[in-house]
């Protein structure tokens, strides 16, 4: 899903960003692109103490393979207040860039 938001226009425009958030270290996930370069392409926040994603309930969700200590495959939806519009954990991770787009577009 990274990939796919960093590779869609859709998700990198003045009007919506799509900020991946990820545990790893900056080192670890130059790891992870030198394996996969088209992770370059999306804008990465590193939450290296998982703060943001145990505030934002990220680490007991139903897609957490590491219930507690790694967050899962969720997304959060959050307008230019800063207010958390929508919320989706998704265990089965699929790239569900289109469904986004639509939840954002109906709350415009």
């Known amino acids: ?3 796919a938001f960093g590779g869609d226009p859709r998700f990198n425009s003045d009007n919506i960003q799509a900020i991946s958030v990820v545990v790893d270290s900056a080192a670890e996930w130059q790891k992870a692109i030198a394996k996969m370069p088209e992770l370059a392409k999306a804008t990465t926040m590193f939450d290296t103490c998982a703060n943001v ?3 934002l ?3 007991t ?3 957490s393979m590491h219930k507690g200590s790694l967050p899962g495959h969720s997304y ?3 307008d230019k207040e800063g207010i958390v519009r929508y919320v989706l954990d ?3 991770m699929a790239i569900a860039n289109d469904m986004l787009f639509g939840k954002i577009e109906a709350l415009n």
Do not use: E
């Open 90 to 92: 998704d265990p089965n």
């Open 61 to 63: 969700t139903a897609s």
């Open 76 to 78: 959060v939806v959050i």
């Open 57 to 59: 309930g990220m680490l």
């Open 1 to 3: 899903q990274i990939s």
């Open 53 to 55: 994603s145990r505030q």
